[in-house]
């Protein structure tokens, strides 16, 4: 027997969740996740941190629209702001003045800064690597938890249902609806909603439709430890403007990565040791922190459509089918405008006001685009 619902989200990650707490309100809904727990994967992996300067426009309007959320959530979502500031500082090496160039060009609010200044905002920099440096203030650390424990309670509260150890394994379209087939049991619905990050293009094809060429990428994470005395957490985001590494202080440690976007099929990602590697050894040219040991590490995947921007909307050609994949690295910072949008188009509602605003262009999105 197939349970039947109004709509049904496959994935309990950022995106999933998001969508889902929006749209339980005023539809029976299911949320279908194959790990024991959501968030297990890209959601639980990332680097928490809010950039507004970072990705293609379309990225950057949805990160603007989500601002407001961030900093001051409604109440029933989250006591405290989701957000704490943490400006970031991108260094300049000798050979990396065409990358500062690009990254001027594209980004707004950055200011520059003495190599003095940077290595105040993060003591380790050697002075005689940087040869200039650039400071972005409008950047956060996000509270990934709570937002995603958020989302999750908001669809408890609103009468959705969150099922685990639910992988979809089959999918069909029988008598105008979608049946799904998993091992907790079959669910029936009219709206479909693909939300199953890196797997977002086998789920489409579970569906009988074409892909987008959605591309995980693999990036690795290093946790490094650091001595108290020396107050981590007072410092700033640093990372090189070509991208090859970054850190971030986080719980009392630092978090390096080497930057990869190593192009990968989906699966439950692992840090490469020797791409590590390589990131520490980048790392340790700019700082003068001995790397000596490990506290962890972890991998995890950022998944991309060939244009680089998300997908979000219906199928034009498989009714109640809805996509929203492709998040690429920046799925959490634009978690809240990213659902709200998606929720509107799923009630055919037009882009919210505030959206618009900040300049997305709803065809970036549309999977139209690939078909
Ligand atoms: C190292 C790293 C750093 C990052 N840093 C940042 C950052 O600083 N800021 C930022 O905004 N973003 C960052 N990101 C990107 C961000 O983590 C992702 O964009 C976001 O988590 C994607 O969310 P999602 O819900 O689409 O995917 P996921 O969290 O992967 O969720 C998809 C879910 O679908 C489930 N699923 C898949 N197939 C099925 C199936 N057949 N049946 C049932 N369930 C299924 C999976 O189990 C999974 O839980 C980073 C990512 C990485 C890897």
Known sequence: MSRSVDVIVIGGGIAGAS???????????????????????????????????????????????????????????????????????????????????????????????????????????????VKEALLDAT????????????????????????????????????GGAWEVSTPAGSFTSAILINA????????????????????PKRRSMAVVPVEAQMNVMAWSFVGDVGETWYAKPSGGRLLVSPA??????????????????????????????EVTRLAGSWGGLRSFAPDGNPVCGFDSDAQGFFWLIGQGGYGIQTSPALSELASALVRHKAVPAHIEREGLRLEDLSPARFH
């Not at 690009?102 to 190599?115: M, N, Q």
């Open 19 to 129: 969508v889902a707490a929006r749209l339980a309100r005023d539809h029976k809904l299911v949320v279908l996740e194959m790990e024991d727990r959501p968030g297990y994967h890209s959601t639980g992996r990332s680097a928490a941190t809010y950039e507004p300067n970072y990705g293609p426009p379309s990225i950057r309007s949805l990160t603007r629209a989500s601002g407001d959320f961030f900093v001051a959530p409604p109440e029933s979502f989250a006591a405290s702001p989701l957000v704490s500031p943490r400006p970031t500082i991108f260094v300049i090496p000798e050979h990396q003045q065409r990358e500062a160039e690009a990254l001027l060009k594209t980004g707004v609010d950055f200011s520059a800064i003495s190599v003095a200044e940077a290595c105040r905002q993060f003591p380790p920099l050697r002075a005689d690597y």
């Open 260 to 289: 990869e976007a190593e192009p990968v099929g989906p699966h439950d990602a692992y840090a490469d040791d020797m791409t590590l590697a390589e990131g520490i050894a980048r790392f340790q040219e700019a700082v003068d922190i």
């Open 196 to 215: 199953a990050g890196a797997w977002g293009d086998e789920i489409a094809k579970l569906a009988g439709l074409a892909g987008v060429g959605l591309q």
């Open 139 to 174: 950047t956060a650390d996000i509270d990934v938890d709570l937002l995603h424990q958020g989302f999750l309670r908001m669809i408890k509260a609103e009468g959705g249902e969150i099922v685990c150890k639910a992988e979809v394994r089959a999918i069909a379209r029988r």
